[in-house]
């Protein structure tokens, strides 16, 4: 059996997963529900409580469960998943980096901490002018999709202020994305500005994030050069 509530005004749509799914229980519950949450927001967070007496899925609810998420996959921003079901939780855990959002599994006891999980944010993108026509744009914690639609205003409005700029990219306190939707946000973002930066410094203090340079190399045409996080200051010199 399904249960669906309906969305909150912050996009969040709770459901709960009782006894044994049949293949009806999507369509005539959960389907229905995500088509009219989809219809009115943009991206959705859900909320997964799975049990007490959750007793699996029929192979007719398997095939249901697979064509609903392949539907829908790219409209969830971030599902929390509340169950005391160690295979589902290590499910999670092998298949979580390929979900278009980030994941997170909590016990049952932790129900108030998934609900505020799903309506914090988990990383910012701080965006400061630094002088005339160099901006600086910090990259904190872990991104999700919620972070870019907030700093493609931002970068927007700076943009018809100044025209084009030296781009100075923080990366020291970056912890990477919260899934796939967000990384296809980063390289959106990047590729509908490509042509305004006159030349990128970066800075970062993990290995991997060289890679950014290498990278950003294929989506920007202005010259662009990788500093240490201790060579701040020598990067604010390249960009003049």
């Known amino acids: 059996m399904i249960t669906a509530t309906p969305v909150t005004p912050q996009g969040v749509m709770e459901i709960q997963l009782t006894g044994k799914l049949e293949a009806r229980d999507y369509h005539d519950v959960l389907t229905p ?5 989809m219809a009115d927001h943009d991206r959705l967070r859900m909320l997964v409580r799975i049990g007490p007496g959750f007793e699996g899925f029929s192979a007719g609810a398997a095939w249901a469960d697979i064509r609903l998420g392949l539907r829908h996959w790219s409209g969830f921003d971030r599902i929390a998943v509340v169950t005391d079901a160690d295979w589902i939780e290590n499910g999670i855990k092998v298949m979580g980096f390929a979900f278009p959002g980030p994941v997170e599994t909590f016990e049952p006891d ?8 799903l309506t914090e944010s988990l990383g910012s993108i701080h965006m400061t002018p630094m002088g005339e026509d160099v901006l600086h ?5 872990k991104l999700d999709s919620e972070a870019y ?18 781009l100075l990219l923080d990366l020291r306190d970056f912890d990477g994305w919260q899934g796939l939707a967000a990384l296809g946000d980063h390289f959106k973002l990047v590729r509908d500005h490509r042509h305004i930066p006159s030349r990128v410094a970066i800075v970062g203090d993990e290995a991997w994030q060289k890679l950014a340079q290498k990278i950003l190399r294929r989506f920007i045409s202005a ?4 500093f240490d996080e201790d060579q701040f200051d020598a990067a604010r010199a390249f960009l003049g």
Not at 33 to 37: H, I, P
Not at 223 to 226: L, N, T
């Open 149 to 166: 639609e907030h700093a493609e205003d931002n970068l927007d409005a700076y943009v018809r202020d100044h025209g084009a700029f030296k």
């Open 110 to 117: 932790e129900l108030d901490a998934a609900r505020r999980w």
């Open 223 to 226: 010259e662009s050069r990788y």
């Open 33 to 37: 529900a995500l088509e009219q949450a």
């Open 137 to 141: 744009v910090q990259l904190i914690g």
